[in-house]
């Protein structure tokens, strides 16, 4: 069965920096796309950034500058370095990466203090 574990959540204040890390269990080098969603409560899941295969990154408007999506195919894993941050940025992040089908993680929850 596929898997994909994030993991580097946690409590930081207004500012600080997070990154997460989502470890799939089989090759992301064939994946079509992969890219972190999150969902802060009362909200719609959005896209906050995804990289395709051939590279290219897409990022929303309300991280742009601050988050940076990479991926390390050798260690099958995915990343989102997260910088600036803001309270509005508590959510639940989940990792989606794309074979044939889209598979998604458990998600981890960041939350950003005042």
């Known amino acids: 069965q596929v898997q994909l574990v994030e993991s580097g959540g946690g409590l930081v204040q207004a500012g600080g920096s997070l990154r997460l890390s989502c470890a799939a269990s089989?090759?992301?080098?064939?994946?079509?796309?992969m890219g972190w969603y999150r969902q802060a409560p009362g909200k719609q899941r959005e896209l906050v950034a995804a990289?395709?295969?051939?590279?290219?990154?897409n990022y929303a408007d309300s991280v742009k500058g601050r988050f940076t999506i990479s991926r390390d195919n050798a260690k099958n894993t995915v990343y989102l370095q997260m910088n600036s941050l803001k309270p509005e940025d508590t959510a639940v992040y989940y990792c989606?990466?794309?074979?044939?089908?889209?598979?998604w993680g458990q998600g981890t929850q960041v939350t950003v203090s005042s």
């Open positions: 989606k990466t794309q074979w044939v089908l889209n598979y």
């Open positions: 089989r090759s992301i080098s064939s994946a079509n796309a």
């Open positions: 990289i395709t295969s051939g590279g290219s990154t």
